[in-house]
């Protein structure tokens, strides 16, 4: 059965009429025939063959080799028989080629392969080998015949479009990037590097969606900075900047990794936190109120100390929005303003705002504790 492709056709016109002893029928095993050694026309068959054609024993010593075989390598046949063909293999190639001639042999089976062979020019050129066992007329193994094709072209035209493959997926890995970046830009405040009020949005709807799902208590803190026009009238607007910045770090000092904090505006901060009730987190906001409290802000030589007013709600059902749940702590907020500032209120439900002094004396006379 003939195999359609450039060797197997040049193996397949090697016929009788040959010098040595290589067949000129390829069977379907992949072996060839034995057949008598033969003459002049089947030699010239092969010598004018393009595919570069030889015949080895089976010692893989080449006992054979075609006129093309010649014209590629620039040497003579003397040159090349025996083991001679070897010093035209690439030294890295040595090895794989031998061993790989040897186990064919052994499991007297056909093999292809690719390695590089010198030309005439002292170029290493990528040849395809295939290449098929040869028997005697007692049928025992003689050694191999195969044939070369020159695949230096493909390999480039391959390692070209593997090069152009890499460059894309890194496209792609530089498009990602650049889009995660923009992203991130979009959702970041670039002063304090705190989510910005659409990021924060998106956490919020997300969580608010969790906690309503699995009846999870969600709470909300709206912090304000106390007199802060002043700093900027006073001080200067980098001053402000300094001191949002500074703000910015002590709250997210005091949140878990599951509480989000952004800059929502101006100098108004909110936070989420979730698993939290009302109370719980206006302990969280306590905590905080008075980190911000106990701390001077140094800008330019001079030490400003800071207050700040909190406001605080829960979820209170199902039908909260991420609208309702920031409206009420802002709500909350403004109480906290109206009854003197630097405080933490608490929405509880309709216009009951409790400070959270008022709350903390109201549980330790009842020996209520919040954990949060």
């Known amino acids: 059965m003939p195999v359609p492709d450039p060797i197997a056709e040049a ?75 070897l010093g035209g293999v690439h030294p890295e190639d040595r090895e ?29 050129r990528w040849m395809l080998v295939k290449s098929v066992p040869r028997f005697a007329a007692d049928g025992t193994l003689a050694g191999m015949v195969g044939g070369c094709v020159d695949v230096t072209g493909h390999r480039q035209v391959c390692l070209e479009l593997e090069r152009l493959l890499l460059a894309s997926d890194q496209a792609h890995v530089n498009l990602a990037e650049q889009t995660r970046r ?46 802060f026009k002043r700093i900027n009238d006073t001080h200067g607007h980098a001053a402000g900047d300094a001191t949002l910045m500074r703000i910015a770090e002590i709250l997210s000092r005091q949140c878990r990794p599951s509480d989000v904090v952004c800059r929502y505006g101006g100098e108004e901060f909110c936070l989420l936190v979730p698993e939290t009730s009302e109370l719980g987190a206006a ?47 802002d709500r909350a907020l403004r109480a906290a303003k109206r009854l003197g500032r630097n405080q933490v209120v608490r929405f509880q439900g309709g216009e009951a705002f409790t400070p959270w002094i008022v709350e903390l004396a109201h549980s330790a006379g009842n020996g209520e504790t919040a954990n949060r």
Not at 28 to 35: D, K, M, T
């Open 11 to 85: 193996l397949r016109a090697i016929s009788p009429a040959q010098p040595f002893p290589i067949t000129a029928q390829v069977h379907a095993s992949g072996a060839i025939a034995p057949v008598e050694v033969a003459e002049a026309a089947g030699r010239s068959l092969v010598d004018a063959a393009p595919v570069l054609i030889w015949s080895s024993a089976t010692d893989q010593g080449l006992e054979y080799v075609n006129r093309a075989w010649l014209d590629f390598t620039g040497r003579m046949p003397v040159e090349e028989l025996g083991d001679g063909w």
């Open 96 to 124: 794989l080629v031998q061993t790989t001639y040897r186990q064919a042999a052994a499991a007297v089976t056909s093999v292809e392969i690719e390695y590089r062979l010198r030309d005439r020019h002292g170029q290493y």
């Open 182 to 227: 923009l992203h991130q830009l979009a959702d970041t405040d670039p002063l304090t590097g705190l989510l910005n009020r659409r990021g924060f949005r998106e956490h919020f709807e997300r969580e608010l969606s969790r906690s309503s799902r699995y009846g999870r208590a969600l709470a909300c803190i709206v912090v304000d900075i106390d007199f």
């Open 283 to 329: 302990m969280l906001a306590e905590r905080m109120r008075m980190a911000l409290a106990d701390t001077l802000i140094v800008v330019a030589g001079q030490a400003l100390r800071v207050t700040s007013s909190f406001g605080v709600a829960e979820r209170l059902g199902d039908a909260d929005s991420v609208d309702d749940l920031v409206d009420r702590a």
